[in-house]
């Protein structure tokens, strides 16, 4: 077990650019979501996959972020047209696929976006 | 509507003393409780939870938490407290029907030597 692995830890971008982020959960893992936290709060909910199914996105996803799972194994989370908005801690996480719902989600260290 | 309520913004205790961070929340049916600890410039790392069975659950780290349904909490707490438990702390809630956790917005714990 490596862990859940986020590239790049720490992301600068000008306003306007398109950035992309990568996330590479547990192998066993089916489930892979994605957060967002602001200094100061709890992670947000912005979507999440069941293998490279998306299943569910926050009204928080506005149409300017896009997320992928192609193969059911690593996913990416890009955003164009960043904003200053924009600049949060991006977390992924994953878990195994549990019907009952029990199982923690295991976290990523994130990877921090700063638009300038 | 699922939420998580975490009342304090910090709480502060001495080496050696009992704490508890406080947290309650809100979802339409028996609600799947989790604790989580996040360290500077880190993820979250999973402390405890609460699914359903003793509403006593114990965790890493000596932490254990108590499912208080009638009042609707689940505050996390530790018999004695370490410089090192200092961290921002998480309470988070699943409705049984969706397949996300709710964040509280956290709380910060200061220990003092």
């Known amino acids: 077990d490596t862990g859940v692995s986020q590239n790049p830890r720490h992301k600068i971008t000008k306003r306007g650019q398109n950035v992309t982020f990568r996330c590479d959960p547990i192998?066993?893992?089916?489930?892979l979501y994605w957060y967002r936290q602001t200094l100061g709060q709890g992670p947000e909910f912005l979507t999440y996959f069941q293998n490279e199914a998306q299943l569910e996105k926050s009204r928080l996803l506005s149409d300017r972020f896009s997320a992928e799972r192609p193969k059911g194994s690593f996913s990416t989370l890009e955003i164009q047209r960043t904003e200053q908005g924009d600049s949060a801690m991006y977390l992924c996480?994953?878990?195994?696929?549990?019907?009952?719902?029990?199982?923690?989600?295991?976290f990523g260290n994130g990877t921090r976006l700063t638009v300038t | 509507a699922q939420s998580v309520a975490q009342p304090e913004d910090q709480v502060n205790v001495a080496e050696g003393n009992p704490l508890t961070v406080k947290c309650t929340y809100s979802v339409s049916g028996n609600p799947y409780l989790f604790w989580y600890v996040q360290y500077p410039n880190r993820g979250l790392q999973f402390l405890l939870k609460?699914?359903?069975?003793?509403?006593l659950v114990k965790g890493s780290y000596g932490f254990e938490a108590e499912f208080n349904k009638s009042q609707t909490s689940f505050h996390l707490k530790k018999p004695s407290a370490l410089v090192s438990d200092s961290a921002l702390y998480f309470c988070a809630v699943r409705d049984p029907g969706y397949n996300k956790l709710i964040f509280g917005a956290g709380t910060r714990l200061a220990v003092h030597p």
């Open positions: 609460y699914i359903t069975g003793d509403n």
């Open positions: 996480a994953s878990s195994p696929t549990d019907r009952g719902g029990h199982s923690p989600l295991h």
């Open positions: 192998s066993e893992h089916n489930r």
